[in-house]
Structures are given as structure tokens and as C-alpha cells.
């Protein structure tokens, strides 16, 4: 009896650590008779199914939705003599009470007796739903048909994995690959310079040097040599892998081909160099005609105002008295030397402009008190016009600062242009005035106007006016850059409102004088 005793004992003990392993274990645990009924599931299979134990004992395994394989696949456990004590390992899919589907890795096998017969079967089923999503998604990322080369590299750096960007880009067979060095992917030539050495697994060792703080090196520009000797430019990284506790057990290599966008690069950086290079000697030779244009204009300006001077003094008398049919040419040999004179001038003025040598004289004075001086200067151009040209100024002085000889010659440059392009009957006006704090000049006609199209190069060297052209008004176009550089020097700004044969406004506005 004591031994019968101590016999239950021990018996109870063994069930009590039994149910106690059952119903502590993480996983699906079913246990079966050998006819395949159910009489045992620990409570994991509930909190993991949604299926309750009452649902489940008493029902032949293959008849529940828990099942972990068919009818034959159950029998054969009883029947085929599996004494080596391995189990029969299955992975199939359960879906749960509430519709899930889970991945489940089953663990099949029998309990024996002392004799070896059969007694129970043990199926224990394991989720490894997540694990396989990850598996899934990493060997999709890796097979994808992706720009992207990814490698994967165990710690000495070796390959591992080769994803099909890399191998596309390489022209390599994926399962080939594997166990080769990342090294012999990449120029030796670069591999040298870089790191001092072409043995791989040296070369390999220096690379992995310059990871940074976590464990990342900054993109670096690579040549990969594919397997048909094919040079592709890489934008590459590389980075530790580490497992689920953190120690390190190999590094991945992210790179993504840019050839095409360096050889852009490349050529763009030539293009922009040869336009600079283009651009200085456009400049230089900008600097040698604007010295050129001063130094004729010099030389020109002396003999023709002699010329001019001895006329004027033919057309006075002196020395003699000019014959009457003399007059008339004499006329003409002033009034085209006037014009040489006036065209030197402008290309001094704007040679001086252009370099940045032009003396200013600033000082503060009237704008309304320059109209009379070019009033005056004017009156010859209306000999024989018969335009009505009027005169406005004020009320008020109109202080600014600036150099009184060029804020004369902007005035006097628009109302010649004003008086040079309007017909007779027409009229100009100009006026002189305070608006919004600041000094504004106005000259106003009723002549040809300028066509709206041409407008944008109006204040540009040379420019002419197809309708001046056309009526053969002669000019050489420099008058309104000279005017156009004058305001700007002077702190302002100027404007044009114009029509075909509607008249043009030229409007200046200089910031009054504090």
C-alpha cells in the first residue's frame, strides 16, 4: 500500500507539472487518444484560436477548425513506426473564430509506453504568421524588378544575398554570386585609392572603418564593373545588419546607379565652363570697343569742331564775304558738323557710362530751374516747325541731388526726341512736378509713337523704331540708353507709355533731395 501510494504520488506530481507546462506554453498544444479524439488543449489554443476547450474535447482533430493535417496524415502517426522519436513537422494555414488567417508550424508526435505502443498523440503548433510576412516582404524587396541594388554582406564581406537590382545591374546570376567579395564588384583601381589595398577582405575591413556613429557610411560615389566589364557610376552605402539581439552579424549595401545623372553633371559643368570662358571674352571684347569708340570719339571731335569753328567764321565774314550760293553750303557744313559733334559727345557719354569713369558732380539743386537752360537749347530745333511746345514747371522748387550738366542733357535728350519725332501741327509738352515724394519729369508728344512690340528694347544701344526707319528720321539710337543710364546713376527710374502713331510719355521719377 505505501508503494502504491507513493506510486500515486509521484503520479499526480507528473500530471500536476503536466498541466502546468500545458497551460504556461505560448503555443497550440492538442493532445489526442489514438483514435484521434481531442482530450487535452492547453489555453493558449483558446487566447490564439478564439475556439474554447468545450468546443474542441471529444471531437476527432480533423474535424475541427484547429486541425493541424488530414485523416491518413493523424492515423499514420499511430501506424507508422516513428520509434527514432522525431517529430512530423507541418506548416498550415488556421483560421481563427474570428476570421484570421495564421501561418502555423505543427510539431507532431506520439507518447509511448513501456512497451512502445502508441498511447497519445502531441501536436504543438507554433504562429509564425509575422515571421513569414517579413520573409515574404524581404524576398519580394530583393527579387523586385527595383532600380535600387541592394547586397547583403556577412562580416567579413562576403556576400550573402544579391538582390535583382544589384544583379541586373552587375549582369550576375543572384545564387552565384553568393560567397563572392563586395571588393571584387568595385574598380580596383578606385578600390586602391580609397583604401590602400586590392585584397578583399583588407579593403573590405578599411571600408567598414568609416561607418559613422550608427553604424552608416554617408553616400560615396562608386564604380561597380559589371560582369561583362560594363563601368556603371553608384551612389552607394553601407550599413550594419544586426539579429533580434542586437549583435552584429553582417552589413547591407544600398546603392543606386547615377552614370547617366554624373555624365549630365559633367557635360553641364563643361557647358557652364565654356560659357564663362565665352562670357570673359565677350567682355573683353566689350571693354576694347567701348575703348576703341572713346578714342575715335577723341580724335574725331577735335578736327570736326575745327571744322565747325572756321565755318562759322566763313558764314561771319571772315576773312571775306562769303558769296550768297556759298551760304548754303556753309549752312550745311555747320549743321552736319553740329551733328558729328552731338554724335561724339553721345558715344563719350556712354563709353564713360559703360566703364564707370564718368566725373558726377553732385550737388543739391532745382529740378524745375534745368527747363529754362534746355528751353533755350531747344529753340534752334523749332526753326521752321511749327509745333506747339509748351512749358511746365512747379508750383514749387522740386530738390534733388545731382549732377546739374546730366540731369540737363535727360531733359534735353527726351524733348529733342520729342521735337525730332513729332510732325508739324503736333505738340509736345514738358512738365516738371512733385508726386509721392518724389521729383517727376515728364515729356509728352502727339508724334509717330513706337509700336508696343519694340518697347522692350527701347533703352538699348542703337535702338531704332521700325517707323523712324521707315520715314528715314534720322538718329543713331544712343540718346535713350544715355538718358536710361543717367536715371539709374541718379537713384530713379524711367518709363514709356506709347502707341503706333499715338503719341509717347516718358516719364522720370528721382527721389526728391532730403
Known amino acids: 500500500m505505501t508503494a502504491e501510494h507513493q506510486a500515486r504520488e509521484r503520479l499526480e506530481a507528473a500530471e500536476r507539472l503536466t498541466g502546468a507546462t500545458l497551460d504556461t506554453a505560448a503555443c497550440v498544444i492538442l493532445v489526442t487518444d489514438t483514435d484521434g479524439r481531442i482530450v487535452r488543449v492547453n489555453a493558449a489554443t483558446t487566447a490564439i484560436t478564439g475556439y474554447g476547450e468545450e468546443e474542441l474535447l471529444g471531437r476527432p482533430v480533423w474535424d475541427t477548425p484547429v486541425s493541424p493535417s488530414g485523416t491518413h496524415d493523424i492515423e499514420a502517426l499511430f501506424v507508422w513506426p516513428n520509434r527514432s522519436g522525431q517529430p512530423v513537422i507541418r506548416e498550415r494555414d488556421l483560421v481563427t473564430r474570428d476570421g484570421r488567417r495564421l501561418r502555423m508550424v505543427w510539431n507532431n508526435n506520439v507518447v509511448r509506453d513501456e512497451h512502445g505502443t502508441a498511447t497519445y498523440a502531441v501536436m504543438t503548433g507554433v504562429d509564425v504568421t509575422g515571421e513569414r510576412t517579413s520573409a515574404g516582404l524581404v524576398t519580394h524587396l530583393m527579387q523586385a524588378a527595383i532600380t535600387t541594388a541592394l547586397i547583403g554582406l556577412d562580416v567579413r564581406g562576403r556576400v550573402t544575398v544579391l538582390g535583382s537590382g544589384a544583379a541586373h545591374l552587375l549582369g550576375l546570376d543572384p545564387h552565384a554570386a553568393v560567397g563572392g567579395p563586395l571588393a571584387e564588384l568595385l574598380d580596383p583601381g578606385e578600390l586602391r585609392e580609397r583604401t590602400g589595398t586590392v585584397d578583399p577582405e583588407a579593403a573590405f575591413a578599411v571600408l567598414a572603418a568609416t561607418l559613422g556613429a550608427g553604424g552608416e557610411s554617408a553616400a560615396r560615389d562608386w564604380t561597380w564593373v559589371s560582369r561583362g566589364g560594363q563601368r556603371r557610376v553608384v551612389s552607394m552605402t553601407l550599413s550594419t545588419t544586426t539579429d533580434a539581439f542586437g549583435d552584429h552579424v553582417g552589413y ?58 572756321y565755318t562759322e567764321m566763313l ?10 550760293q556759298q551760304l548754303r553750303l556753309l549752312d550745311s557744313i555747320s549743321r552736319n558738323g553740329q551733328r558729328l559733334i552731338a554724335l561724339c559727345d553721345d558715344l563719350l557719354a556712354l563709353s564713360g557710362l559703360d566703364a564707370g569713369t564718368t566725373t558726377w558732380q553732385r550737388e543739391e539743386l532745382d529740378l524745375a530751374a534745368v527747363v529754362p537752360a534746355v528751353e533755350e537749347s531747344v529753340r534752334p ?5 511749327r509745333l506747339d511746345v509748351t512749358w511746365h514747371a512747379g508750383p514749387g522748387p522740386v530738390p534733388v541731388s545731382g549732377d546739374r550738366a546730366q540731369l540737363e542733357r535727360v531733359v534735353l535728350n527726351l524733348v529733342g526726341n520729342a521735337v525730332k519725332f513729332t510732325e508739324d501741327g503736333g505738340t509736345v509738352t514738358c512738365r516738371v512736378h512733385r508726386d509721392a515724394g518724389e521729383a517727376v519729369l515728364e515729356v509728352a508728344d502727339s508724334g509717330i509713337g513706337i509700336p508696343r512690340s519694340e518697347q522692350d528694347g527701347l533703352f538699348e544701344k542703337f ?12 538718329g543713331t ?16 527710374r524711367i518709363s514709356v507709355d506709347s502707341e503706333h502713331l499715338q503719341g509717347t510719355t516718358f516719364t522720370v521719377r528721382l527721389p526728391l533731395a532730403a
Do not use: M, Y
Open 381 to 385: 530745333l523749332l526753326g521752321g516747325r
Open 315 to 324: 558764314q561771319d565774314g571772315d576773312p571775306v564775304e562769303p558769296h550768297p
Open 477 to 492: 539710337g544712343l540718346g535713350l540708353s544715355i538718358v536710361a543710364a543717367i536715371v539709374a546713376a541718379h537713384g530713379g
Open 463 to 474: 535702338f531704332r523704331s521700325t517707323t523712324a526707319q521707315q520715314r528715314a528720321i534720322q
Open 252 to 309: 547591407l549595401v544600398v546603392g543606386r546607379d547615377v552614370t547617366e545623372q554624373r555624365e549630365s553633371r559633367e557635360l553641364l559643368v563643361a557647358a557652364l565652363e565654356k560659357e564663362r570662358h565665352a562670357v570673359e571674352r565677350l567682355r573683353s571684347l566689350d571693354d576694347a570697343k567701348n575703348e576703341f569708340v572713346s578714342t575715335v570719339s577723341h580724335e574725331l571731335r577735335t578736327p570736326v569742331t575745327s571744322i565747325v569753328g
